[in-house]
């Protein structure tokens, strides 16, 4: 564990070699095997179980774009539905 330890703290400056070894104790400052736990039982109650899962405005998507113009192209269409149902629904006009 020392020589991992001493591996990344040389690759991530910044990061020192103790603290790294000390997250795998109870000495552990930062509480991340707490934080982890929290942040599985939140996405386990999102309905998120592995990744990739992709989460838009509290909604679960079953197929999502795979690139960054993808990504681009799918909120360019919900933004211009949204604007669309508001200016119809509740008589939106620009300022």
Known sequence: M???AKMVSNEFNGLY???IINLFTDKD???SDWRTRETWKAALAKGISGTPTAI???IK???YPKSAGEWDSFFEKLFSASNKYERNSWN???A
């Open 2 to 4: 020392k020589n991992w």
């Open 92 to 94: 939106w006009s620009p």
């Open 17 to 19: 070699e103790d603290d």
């Open 61 to 63: 998507l079953n197929k």
């Open 56 to 58: 838009v405005n509290g």
């Open 29 to 31: 400052k930062h509480w």
